[in-house]
């Protein structure tokens, strides 16, 4: 039931920020992985790692000194097969790899994996590229126009009602304040995500599907016994090429009664193309 608001923009003198984006990671509390850091395997790739064993070195959502910034969120099906690939390698192997979003996006296989939306991102260039592509989808991959989306656990053209509810969130924020400080939008963005400002609500994973859907348009944090919202992401990538990159996750031992978070903000600038290795 992840969920991710974003905003991508070519147009700085309307807005301070090139991208904008926020993610809810939500999984069970026992699988095993680590915080957002820059890779051992590669200094220029920050993100979260998986290391679910078989799994190890996926992840869900990660940004690299390039400029390349890439996102997965399941698609909720009720057969999934465990003999399946890896979902996550597909955001780290775009992320170390020289292959435009859209060439990436083209040449997968999707039949290898259980469903997915991918959605690969681009700063590299004057004008941003954003690719999309889900395997539950009969489309091709599709370059998307710069603006404001709302991802979960359906495809990107049919999305949930929290994704809307997020995505209106955000745009609404961004012409209120659209030279706000990198530190209040963060702040801003946490707290919708997590449920603490009165605009979303807490949900139990484990409700039937009719109230499930009741709880939805509203939902943006998970809570239960064993599964809920493990981390909350926000990437915000200004004018100037400047990232902030701010994890909020929840630490060992995960009690859904007595959460402990912890939060670290990584800050850098994108590398000019002039000194890419790409």
């Not at 979303?200 to 943006?220: G, I, Y």
């Amino acid at each position: 039931m992840c969920v991710t608001w974003f905003m991508v923009n070519e147009n700085s003198g309307v807005i301070g920020y090139k991208l904008v984006l926020a993610f809810n990671r939500d999984e069970f509390f026992d699988r095993p992985a680590l915080p957002a850091e820059f890779l051992e395997s590669n200094g220029d790739v920050l993100c979260g790692v998986d290391m679910t064993p078989g799994k190890e070195g996926g992840t869900w959502l990660g940004i690299s000194k390039m400029g390349k910034v890439a996102c997965l969120l399941n698609i909720r099906d009720k057969h999934v097969n465990p003999e399946l690939k890896g979902r996550g390698s597909l955001v780290t192997n775009f992320l170390t790899s020289d292959i435009d979003g859209y060439s990436y996006l083209k040449q997968l296989t999707g039949t290898d994996y259980n469903g997915f939306n991918l959605l690969t991102m681009d700063f590299r260039n004057y004008k941003p590229e954003i690719c999309y592509y889900s395997n539950r989808s009969e489309s091709e991959p599709v370059t998307l126009e710069t603006g404001y989306y709302g991802v979960s656990n359906s495809l990107l053209f049919q999305p949930w009602p929290k994704a809307n509810a997020g995505k209106e969130y955000l745009e609404q924020l961004l012409k209120d304040k659209p030279t706000i400080s990198a530190e209040e939008l963060t702040k801003h963005l946490i707290s919708y995500a997590q449920g603490n400002d009165g605009l979303a609500t807490k949900v139990n994973f484990f409700l039937n599907e009719e109230e499930l859907s009741k709880a939805l348009p509203k939902t943006a944090f998970v809570d239960s016994p064993i599964y809920g919202t493990r981390c909350t992401t926000v990437i915000l990538i200004d004018n100037d090429g400047k990232v902030t990159y701010t994890e909020k996750t929840r630490i060992d031992p995960m009690d859904s009664e007595n959460t402990n978070w912890s939060s670290k903000t990584t800050v850098f600038n994108i590398k000019s193309s002039l000194d890419s290795k790409y």
